[in-house]
């Protein structure tokens, strides 16, 4: 919570005090994170860049997620998702999703043989057709 009101804080500096809004960088252009580099200076944290990635910078952390793209990894007890996390989460759910269909699937068959064995061990006279779901 206490880095969640220390970035805002920073937008609130800025929108108050300089009057630079960076609406090009949605907020998060050079003022911000000059700012945000300032502040991490004193906390320890690594330098970022500003939200839009090019130059020499590209290949730093976002302000735009600062401080929390920054911190050690553990530090929010894994209660801070990444996007990297997210991708990979995202990755891990399509699997799931792709699992149950196959399963679901797989069941439906099951129900259709079963149930079609029941009508032939009673002399009933069916198509598989007539049971699919």
Not at 48 to 76: F, I
Not at 87 to 102: M, Q, T, V, W, Y
Not at 111 to 132: E, F, H, W
């Amino acid at each position: 919570m206490a880095d969640v009101l220390l970035h805002e804080t920073v937008h609130q500096y800025h929108q108050e005090v300089t009057g630079e809004a960076e609406e090009s960088y949605k907020g998060h252009g050079p003022a911000f994170r000059d700012t945000c580099n300032e502040l991490g200076e004193q906390l320890g944290l690594p330098t970022v860049r500003v939200a839009k990635a090019r130059g020499l910078e590209k290949d730093l952390p976002s302000c735009a997620h600062w401080p929390h793209n920054v911190r050690p990894t553990g530090y929010y007890k894994e209660a801070f998702i990444t996007p990297e996390d997210q991708d990979r989460a995202g990755d891990i759910d399509a699997e799931a999703e792709a699992d149950r269909r196959a399963t679901q699937a797989n069941l439906e068959q099951e129900r259709s043989a079963a149930l079609i064995g029941v009508c032939l061990a009673n002399g009933q006279k069916t198509t598989v057709s007539d049971y699919r779901y």
